[in-house]
């Protein structure tokens, strides 16, 4: 039951660092991913993550005044905003992690005024999706299969594989508004 032919989900490539960039940074909502090669072999890459790095049995590149660990999500995007809000001209910035993540991060990044060209993206992680409820307008997060009940007006969407890059999120339609009640069992399909 998952659609297809879709054309607007995100398509993301290994990263790799930007010669053009006077400054790297990169943010992460994983610490696993800071065991990445691209990590280990970036020189001046400046880098933020959130979580314990030791939890996840990330041993490679220390913290140094070169990098920042989060204690949530919320406060490094917050961070993130300010700093960008006072950059100049000349920065390349990386996102690692859930595609939930990533959109926040790029939003972040083209309200400061940054340019598609200098910003650069990579899934990493879980599958599980951010959707959003186009009858109420929720955002019903860490979706890992096809139907889910909204936490916002509890109707059973079919999470439908049109992405929006304006809301960060997957969108989610009622899955029985022709039938109510004929709701088709749900796959396991994002994890």
Same mark, same amino acid.
């Given at each position: $039951?998952? %659609?297809? /032919?879709?054309?607007? @989900?995100? &398509?993301?490539?290994? !990263?790799?660092?930007?010669?053009?960039? #006077?400054? =790297?940074?990169?943010?992460?909502?994983?610490?696993?991913?800071?065991?990445?090669?691209?990590?280990?072999?970036?020189?001046?890459?400046?880098?933020?993550?959130?979580?314990?790095?030791?939890?996840?049995?990330?041993?490679?590149?220390? $913290?140094? %005044?070169? /990098?920042?660990?989060? @204690?949530? &999500?919320?406060?490094? !995007?917050?961070?993130?905003?300010?700093? #960008?809000? =006072?950059?100049?001209?000349?920065?390349?910035?990386?996102?690692?992690?859930?595609?939930?993540?990533?959109?926040?991060?790029?939003?972040?990044?083209?309200?400061?005024?940054?340019?598609?060209?200098?910003?650069?993206?990579?899934?990493?992680?879980?599958?599980?999706?951010?959707?959003?409820?186009?009858?109420?307008?929720?955002?019903?997060?860490?979706?890992?299969?096809?139907?889910?009940?909204?936490?916002?007006?509890?109707?059973?969407?079919?999470?439908?594989?049109?992405?929006?890059?304006?809301?960060?999120?997957?969108?989610?339609?009622?899955?029985?508004?022709?039938?109510?009640?004929?709701?088709?069992?749900?796959?396991?399909?994002?994890?």
């Amino acid at each position: $039951m998952i %659609d297809q /032919g879709i054309k607007s @989900r995100p &398509v993301y490539e290994r !990263l790799k660092i930007d010669p053009t960039g #006077l400054r =790297h940074l990169l943010a992460t909502d994983a610490a696993a991913f800071l065991s990445d090669p691209f990590v280990a072999g970036a020189q001046g890459l400046e880098v933020w993550s959130v979580g314990s790095r030791e939890a996840a049995g990330v041993t490679a590149r220390p $913290m140094t %005044d070169k /990098g920042r660990n989060f @204690r949530s &999500v919320q406060q490094m !995007l917050d961070r993130l905003a300010h700093r #960008l809000e =006072h950059e100049q001209m000349g920065l390349r910035l990386y996102a690692a992690g859930q595609e939930g993540f990533l959109w926040d991060v790029h939003g972040i990044a083209q309200r400061a005024g940054m340019g598609k060209r200098e910003i650069f993206l990579t899934h990493f992680g879980s599958q599980a999706r951010r959707v959003h409820c186009v009858h109420c307008q929720t955002f019903n997060e860490r979706v890992t299969t096809t139907i889910v009940r909204c936490d916002g007006c509890g109707a059973n969407l079919f999470v439908r594989d049109h992405f929006s890059r304006r809301l960060s999120a997957f969108m989610g339609v009622k899955v029985d508004a022709e039938v109510p009640g004929d709701v088709p069992s749900a796959e396991q399909a994002y994890l």
